[in-house]
């Protein structure tokens, strides 16, 4: 009976060692961008893991280790930490979406960045503007631009529809673009978008 | 000269490329158009550019050797 309790101890810390850990730089990234806060954000990791080594037994040896923390990181969130934050209550963009859902290409104003503009921005303006969106929309591009998830695998972390996540991500990097594109302005850059079609007519 | 494919069409299936939501099929599809209009190519480039400097220059905070020891202290 104790080595049973002693074999099915070592596997779930093996598990822990093997294929949680190696995730949190990336719960990091996500927390800290979420709280703006670097304790805040080592709180959340902690308590990430925390809850996972807790619910150890319901993960499943090798599936989806990433998608599973992150879904734990961002209730963890939700729950606890928004509540305390010191930032203006967020805009509900919710009615936004709900439109965008029902057809994304309808929605006008897709931006261009011109390569030469990324080549002289410094790199804070991403951090800046990608901390600037509404928290729905940062939270998007975050797991899919930054960490590479899926839609479907955005979707269960979240808990909306794939088809919220994909019109939630068109407007967000729409945002994220607009900011950049007042970055480069302020870089001197001027803004040609819509030129093109003019001078055709 | 027009554009052989409808430009909100080729932007809405760059960003499907780039998110890896294609089938294999429409994968295939979608290179294939991309290399026949300089236009696709272009608007294809701009994205790929846009996409690896937002991934390469965010923040990414460090995560200090405390933080991780104090994990596995509190999870052994």
């Known amino acids: 009976m ?27 990234t996500f927390a800290f961008h979420l709280s703006y806060d670097d304790d805040d954000a080592n709180d959340l990791v902690q308590e990430t893991y925390m809850k996972a080594h807790r619910f150890i037994d319901k993960y499943q040896e090798g599936t989806n280790a990433k998608a599973w923390l992150f879904k734990i990181l961002k209730n963890a969130y939700i729950n606890e930490y928004r509540k305390k934050s010191k930032r203006p209550t967020r805009v509900d963009f919710e009615d936004i979406v709900s439109y965008h859902d029902s057809d994304d290409s309808r929605v006008p104003g897709y931006l261009d960045l011109r390569q030469e503009i990324f080549e002289n921005m410094m790199g804070d303006e991403v951090t800046i503007a990608i901390n600037a969106l509404p928290m729905d929309f940062r939270t998007v591009v975050l797991l899919c631009d ?6 479907e695998e955005i979707s269960k972390i979240i808990d909306v529809p794939i088809g919220t996540v994909r019109s939630r991500l068109f407007r ?19 803004d040609k978008r819509g030129r093109a079609k003019k001078e055709e007519e | ?16 490329y780039f998110d890896k939501a294609m089938s294999k099929e429409d994968e295939t599809a979608f290179l294939s158009d991309k290399d026949q209009d300089p236009h696709f190519v272009q608007l294809f480039n701009q994205e790929k550019t846009a996409r690896e400097f937002i991934k390469n220059q965010v923040r990414r905070p ?15």
């Not at chain 1, 074999?7 to 850990?21: A, P, Q, V, W």
């Not at chain 1, 967000?172 to 001197?188: D, H, I, Q, V, W």
């Not at chain 2, 460090?62 to 052994?76: A, E, K």
Request: proline share 2%.
């Open chain 2, 62 to 76: 460090s995560v200090s050797p405390d933080l991780i020891q104090n994990i596995r202290n509190i999870c052994r």
């Open chain 2, 1 to 16: 000269m027009a554009n052989r494919f409808d430009d909100q069409d080729m932007r809405k299936r760059v960003s499907l």
């Open chain 1, 146 to 151: 930054i960490e590479g998830f899926t839609y």
């Open chain 1, 2 to 28: 104790n080595l049973l309790s002693d074999t099915r101890k070592k596997t779930g810390e093996e598990i822990f060692d093997s294929e949680l850990l190696p995730h949190i730089d990336a719960l990091k």
């Open chain 1, 172 to 190: 967000a990097r729409n945002m994220l673009k607009e900011k950049l594109a007042s970055y480069a302005t302020n870089l001197g850059y001027k």
